[in-house]
T-cell receptor, first 117, second 114 residues
Framework: NAGVTQTPKFRVLKTGQSMTLLCAQDMNHEYMYWYRQDPGMGLRLIHYSVGEGTTAKGEVPDGYNVSRLKKQNFLLGLESAAPSQTSVYFC????????????????FGPGTRLTVL | AQSVAQPEDQVNVAEGNPLTVKCTYS??????LFWYVQYPNRGLQFLLK??????LVKGSYGFEAEFNKSQTSFHLKKPSALVSDSALYFCAVRDGGSQGNLIFGKGTKLSVKP
């Protein structure tokens, strides 16, 4: 049981290049999330998905696209990278439970450190 | 709108002393509050949460948090700090939407010195 994994761990891009970050979870979770973490700003939600084939915008969606073609995978795409997208990206997943369920927590991947030059 | 605030960027504690990492919240409706910890170069790990019930919530690694409705606070505590507790701590609150997304504070860096 690997939990939540992210690929790649590190990446350097030039401005205007594109790339896709892959998140995979083996816990059969319905919900998946993409966050970015910047110094002094905590984690901010980019996009999320409540199930296979569905996606929704979070707090900071501009410049990113996502897809959830399979339940276990959640892809984050940057079509034309900008230096402002230099950040650490975290994926998370959780079960679709009621609010009072003790298992209602998000599980995080190890992160992808992206630098855009 | 739901929000949390962590008023301290950094907390310094000597090993063996008690520690407190502060969090205040602003919500409409019932608050659902969480604490996560991030060790260097790692993802976030769940520590504990408050949904309802006892105001003192016990979590992983000996941590606990006290929910105080009148002060709208959810401070993280530990009676005796360890050097290995040094990490970045995040408070979070469920947003008001039906999806139950989390809104995170900016984080507090805890440094425990021997």
């Amino acid at each position: 049981n690997a939990g939540v994994t992210q690929t790649p761990k590190f990446r350097v891009l030039k401005t205007g290049q594109s790339m896709t970050l892959l998140c995979a979870q083996d816990m059969n979770h319905e919900y998946m999330y993409w966050y970015r973490q910047d110094p002094g700003m905590g984690l901010r939600l980019i996009h999320y998905s409540v199930g296979e084939g569905t996606t929704a915008k979070g707090e900071v969606p501009d410049g990113y696209n996502v897809s959830r073609l399979k339940k276990q995978n959640f892809l984050l795409g940057l079509e034309s990278a900008a230096p402002s997208q230099t950040s650490v990206y975290f994926c998370a997943s959780r079960r679709a439970t009621g609010l009072g369920d003790s298992t209602d927590t998000q599980y995080f991947g190890p992160g992808t450190r992206l630098t855009v030059l | 709108a739901q929000s949390v605030a962590q008023p301290e960027d950094q907390v310094n504690v000597a090993e063996g002393n008690p520690l407190t990492v502060k969090c205040t919240y602003s919500v409409s409706g019932n608050p659902y509050l969480f604490w996560y910890v991030q060790y260097p170069n790692r993802g976030l790990q769940f520590l504990l949460k408050y949904i309802t019930g006892d105001n003192l919530v016990k979590g992983s690694y000996g941590f606990e948090a006290e929910f105080n409705k009148s002060q709208t606070s959810f401070h993280l505590k530990k009676p005796s700090a360890l050097v290995s507790d040094s990490a970045l701590y995040f408070c979070a609150v469920r947003d008001g939407g039906s999806q139950g997304n989390l809104i995170f504070g900016k984080g507090t860096k805890l440094s425990v010195k021997p």
